[in-house]
């Protein structure tokens, strides 16, 4: 019996890598149009993205690293740069993402407010980042509209709560914009790898 090369190699990335799952409340403010083309055509609504984008971990694991109720560990903060780089690769958008990003900065470990709350959920890290979601509200009637968009083969999420921001903004030395009044998704992700 032989084995080539690529089968070795496949072979050592998988143990590289271990068995991962991620559920997470997923809070996503861009700045495109209502609704965000990018999910439909592929290019967003200014020919450029600026997303701030929470998640708020309700289970998860990274081989033996639990990852629900963090506490800054650091098996939990490799595990996450490793998901969230794209590193350990899954169903998710995280691999898919990571290569379209020119500038890498180094992950912070700072304190986020969040709020989970639907359409109404928020996310901060006071005097940095604020990102607050509302429902879209009927112009006839002034009820809050039950918009939801269905995607079955979507990578990032598969039904979403549409939102606009009420607020959608960032304050640092290298990433500076607001763009509050765009869209806004509020949903409920499950990804694994690898």
């Not at 350990?88 to 992950?107: E, I, M, Q, R």
Request: proline share 4%.
């Amino acid at each position: 019996m032989t084995s080539s090369a690529a089968d070795i190699s496949t072979t050592t990335r998988a143990k590289e890598i271990p068995n991962w799952t991620l559920k997470a409340d997923y809070v996503e403010s861009c700045n495109c149009s209502y609704g965000c083309p990018c999910n439909f055509t592929g290019f967003p609504s200014n020919g450029f993205c600026s997303a701030l984008v929470g998640y708020h971990i309700r289970q998860g694991k990274y081989g033996v690293v639990k990852l629900d109720d963090l506490d800054a560990q650091q098996e939990q903060k490799d595990a996450m740069i490793n998901i969230f780089s794209g590193k350990a690769k899954g169903n998710g958008h995280f691999a898919l993402f990571a290569s379209t990003v020119k500038y890498h900065l180094d992950p912070q470990f700072v304190d986020v407010h969040m709020n989970i709350d639907g359409r109404r959920s928020s996310f901060s890290v006071p005097g940095i980042i604020d990102v607050k979601l509302e429902n879209f509200i009927n112009p006839v009637t002034g009820d809050e509209q039950d918009i939801k968009i269905q995607l079955p083969k979507g990578f990032i999420w598969k039904l979403a709560d549409a939102a606009k921001t009420k607020l959608m903004r960032i304050s640092t030395s290298s990433l500076n914009f607001d763009h509050s009044g765009k869209n806004a998704f509020y949903s409920i992700v499950d990804f694994k790898g690898p």
